[in-house]
């Protein structure tokens, strides 16, 4: 216990530097923000569009889709924002700047997820807070004490699915050096999945984005349970914080396989 509250302690104090770092320069902090916002609104207009010309897609209207989108904008911020320098891992292999993270007693996770924030993330997920009532109230669908109870299981859960599947495909620099094709297949994977239901791309793609890359337990399989669609049942939606931790006990072993196969680029 004492070992955790000091490396959240170290955690707090990296995070705290960065930020300070980050608004020393406030015109490109708020730069940032605006261009993110602006293609967050870019993506609402294409599922407008899309929802408007079609009406619904299978049993979800324009509503369900805004909260399907809203989940994954929350779930994926809470990679994007405090864990985002995980995809980064090649990038410190290949330069040699990893080599400075083992000579530090200091975990080097926490050195590495804290030596930097991707602070736009919280476009997402203010974009998200404002879709989900949003599409809630379109859909005239009111939520009681166990749906938000399970709402935020789902979200926490979600998150860290997201960051697991970017910290496993980023782990695997450690034996390849690099990753950057294998992370390219899965970004195309979560832009599928990220505003429409998997069910409209057939049972194949489904058993990939549930089985093998779990990313429609970001948004789909909540959405399904807290919307009460019939597109999967409940047990199978409940599975996301199972999902969450297993995925966690991988990334933890190969984590450290990681570091003990890990070699020096010597750059």
Known sequence: MREVKAGL??????LKMTMRGILQYRADFWMSLVSVSLLNGANIVQLSVISWRFHALGSWQVGDLLVLYGLFMISWSIFSVFFYRLSKIEDEIVSGSFDVYLLRPVSPFLQLVGGDIKYTGLCDTLLGVVLIPTGLSMT????????????????????AIAVCIKFLISCVTFWTTKASALSQVFIQIYLLTQKYPVTIFGPAFRVLVTGLVPVAYLNFYPAVYLLGKPDAPPWVCMLAPVIAMVLAGIAALVWRRGLRRYNSSGA
Not at 9 to 14: A, R, T
Not at 140 to 159: A, D, P, R
């Open 9 to 14: 302690k170290m955690y707090g104090s990296l």
């Open 140 to 159: 005239g669908t009111h939520w009681g004490l166990w749906q938000i109870f399970w709402f935020v299981i789902f979200v926490l859960s979600g998150g």
